[in-house]
């Protein structure tokens, strides 16, 4: 039923291109009433490979920007995190520092008694 037509040759008496192969430079030629069916159903493959269909476009859309969400959150969920670990490993150097400190006023306390009995 179809006829492949290569580049140069002579379309077939009875028959009209309903669609170019530009993979092989050549057109499939299909008898004049179906040719019109054929052409119709390839433009709208094309069509909805292009476009797509409306309801797999919109859930596709929706699943990028969903995905570009949670990945907006993961990082700012990151950065909070550390920015808390930050903080507390800041807090518990400084509390270590503050118990050197104390420590130390102690240890010179425990001294200056320790002299002062001798």
């Not at 309903?18 to 299909?30: E, G, N, P, V």
């Not at 476009?51 to 990028?64: A, K, T, W």
């Not at 949670?70 to 270590?96: C, M, N, P, Q, T």
């Amino acid at each position: 039923m179809v006829k492949w037509v290569n580049e140069g040759e002579a379309i077939p008496a009875g028959y009209a291109i309903s669609y170019r192969d530009f993979a092989c430079l050549r057109s499939a030629a299909y008898p004049i009433p179906l040719h019109f069916l054929v052409r119709w159903w390839r433009d709208m493959v094309c069509w909805i490979m292009v476009v797509g269909l409306p309801s797999y476009r919109d859930d596709f859309e929706r699943r990028i920007y969903r995905k570009a969400w949670d990945a907006v959150i993961e990082r700012h969920r990151i950065a909070w995190d550390k920015s808390r670990e930050l903080e507390y490993a800041r807090g518990f150097a400084a509390g270590i520092v503050q118990e050197q400190q104390d420590a130390l006023v102690r240890f010179d306390v425990w001294m200056a008694e320790r002299r002062a009995t001798r």
